[in-house]
Each structure stands twice: as structure tokens, then as C-alpha cells.
């Protein structure tokens, strides 16, 4: 079952709550009209009973009817009673005339005769402390009872027009304030799939409108970045998987064309082996590139251990180079702010390319500057020069040093180094003063 659209949802409570506060000023409107009325019902009897004891006489004791006012309009009623006589009385009901009757004897009050719309009072008649007689004035409540229908049906009438130009306000409003919304939505959705390079770009959000904008934006953003971040993952896999993949795929197709000697077997299989491992550096890499940039919790670890770890996976090919690699001690202990993991994926390929480029030996310095600790990897090879400082960190590039037979390489290298450490608030960079080679590998401090 689908569930009404949020504008008409926001409609009907809209509606609900004009109602609700429409009744309750009805009601409460009519509560008072009627008291009103029964107030001024009550007054106008009281008056008549008060004109007319003002209007009679008395003497040695007797009451005489005078001439009073003129109080013989339609609905109105007076009596006047003297012991057990009645000195005047109008013509009425015998119910009003039963009720007249039970006043005459008894205190100030007030009666009311509801079969016949009338209402009574009873005043009695005191000279000097003694009770003469009494007077019963009455009013017709035909009228008021009229008035007070008459303004219930005009404040439902009334009511109903108003909620009626409410609710059509409000679907007015409604519209008019959604419907960027739907527009804003429904863009979004479309940039999403064809155009994420677009936005709305409605400036600092100051309403709710541009809020909500902001947020597309970055969204929209984010999505971006993920797909670049998967497509540069393809990329950089494809690119560094294929040279590989070849060689290994060639040297089985050699060793497989015909039979040889177990030593050709065994350097074949050799070959084999060190281009998988490089196939599984590579992969960790990538993994490790990904995994840290889509948000991966970061940790804390030794600057020392950190380097002895890259060194330790680097000291195979130093070995086969005869190479010196020399890690050195800081001068108190350091800390990094990333897991040992994420640091070694950093400094491993900036060592690798120290060995394979370096003459007769590899130096590592470790030292803090500011918020961040400073690897200074150092070789004695040829150096990187001046025009190849920054094009040496992008992916696919070599610098003039490079060994086109070497086939030891880890794949990313520098550029997947230089990424990660960016991804991290760090960063790798070329020194091109220094002889030889010198690389600098930042990263903040645990």
C-alpha cells in the first residue's frame, strides 16, 4: 500500500489543527454568547420586577396597583400578589401561571419554564421589615434562544469557510515551498547517474532550501570521489598487474616449449616466484590505497619498528644489489599517527627505489619537524633531476636512473607512496640538492 505524498501528509495535519483550534473557538465562542445571554435575560426580568414595585403604592398597610410602566409587550409577564390576592396578572400558560403562583410565596429567586421558552423572577414586596406582597416579572427566552442558534450556525458557517481557505493555502504553500525540493531531488538523481561534475552550487547554506543544497553538493561529491577512487584503483591495478602477468605468462610459455635443463627449470621458476610477489605487493598496495582512503581507522605506531619493517621487506633486493641498507636511531623515541601497516605501505616503495637505483648503499634518518616525523631516505646512485622532481610521482613514469632490465620493481612505487601519505596529512617529495638520492617521507606524529 503506498503512503500519501509528505505534501499531502503536511496538509492533513494542517487541516487536523485548524480544525481542532476552529472547534474549540466555536465552542468556546458559543459557551460565552450564552452566558451572555442568560445574563442579560436574567437583568431585564430583574428590571421589570424592580420598575414595577417602584410603580405601586402603599398605605395603612395595603398594596394598590398604580400606573406602571409600559411592560406589556410581547413576552413579558408581571404579577402582582398581595397576600392571597393577585392584584394583577397577565394572560399567559398555566404552566406560567403555576410557576408565577410558586414564587408568589417564596424568597428572591429566579424560575424558568422550559416548555414555554420563559423565565421568571420573583421579587418580594418589604415595607419597614414586613412583606407585603410580591412581584414576578418574565421574560420570553424565544429570542435569545434564537440568537444563540442563529450564531452557532453563523460560526460553523464561518468556520468551515475558514478552514477551507486554510487547507487551500496550505496545499498552496506547500507546493510552492516543495516543490525546489522535488526539483533539487530529482536533479540530484539525474547528476548522480550522467552528470557528476555538476552542482548546485547556491553558495554558504542560510535557509533551509540551500542546506539542503549543501548536502546534495556533498554528496555528490562524495560519490564522485568514490568513483574516481574506483576508477583510479582499475587503473593503476591494470597498469601495474600487466607487465608482470607477461613476463610470467612468457617465461611459462618458454619453459613449456621444450624440455630443459633442471637449472633453466629452476632459474624459470625463479623468475616466476619474483614476479608474484611482486603481483602480491602490488595488490596489498592497491588494497592498502583504497582501504585508507575510503575512511580506514588509523592507529598509532613506532617510527623506528615502522622503518625496520619497510627495511626488512626491502632487504632481499639490497642483498642482491649488495647493497648497504642502514636504518638509523632517532634521538627519542617517535611516534607516528597511522598503524604500522599503512606506514610501511608508505616508506617500502621509497626504499625500493633506493636500492634499485642506489650504488653501494641505502641511508634512513629519522627526526621530527613540527607536527610531523621525517624519514630521510638517502642512496648514492645518479639522483633525481631538477625537470624530474615532480613527474616522478606520476604513475607510469620513470626518472632517467631507471633500469629497464631490473624486473624488481614494486609496482606503485612512488606515486602510490606519495598518495598515501597525502591521504594521511603527509606527504613524499624529492630533495634534487642533494648528491645521490634523497627522498623525504612526512608523516604526522602519533
Known sequence: MNRPGLRLRLQLVVGVAVVASLLG???????????VLDRDARDLARARAVAEVDSLRTAGGRLSVGNGPD?????AYLWVFAGGR????????????????????G????????????????????????????????????????????ALLASLVLSGLVLLLVVVAAGWLLRASLRPVVRMTR???????HHLDHRFALGPPHDELTELAATLDGLLDRLAASLRHERRFSAELSHELRTPLARVR???????????????YRRALGLIQRNADQLARTIDALVAAARYEAGAERGTADAHSVVEGAAGACSGLAAERHLELRVGEPRRP??????????ERILQPVLENACRYGATRVRVAIGREGSHVVYAVEDDGEGVADDERDRIFDPGVRGHAAREDDGQGAGLGLPLARRLARSVDGDVVADTTATGGRFLVRLPTG
Request: aromatic share 4%.
Open 71 to 75: 411592560n406589556r409587550s410581547a413576552g
Open 187 to 193: 536533479q540530484a538523481a539525474e547528476w548522480s547517474e
Open 25 to 35: 473557538l466555536v465552542v468556546g465562542f458559543n459557551l460565552i454568547l450564552g452566558n
Open 334 to 343: 617517535l611516534r607516528v599517527g597511522i598503524d604500522s601497516d599503512l606506514a
Open 107 to 150: 424568597s428572591t429567586r429566579f424560575l424558568d419554564v422550559p416548555s414555554n421558552d420563559t423565565r421568571l423572577y420573583g421579587m418580594p414586596i418589604l415595607v419597614r421589615g414586613k412583606r407585603l406582597g410580591t412581584v414576578v416579572a418574565g421574560v420570553s427566552l424565544a429570542p435569545y434562544e434564537q440568537t444563540r442558534k442563529l
Open 86 to 105: 393577585t392584584l394583577e396578572q397577565p394572560r399567559a400558560a398555566p404552566a406560567v401561571r403555576r410557576a408565577a403562583d410558586a414564587l408568589a410565596t
Open 250 to 264: 612468457a617465461e611459462s610459455e618458454l619453459a613449456l616449449r621444450r624440455d630443459r635443463e633442471p637449472h633453466e
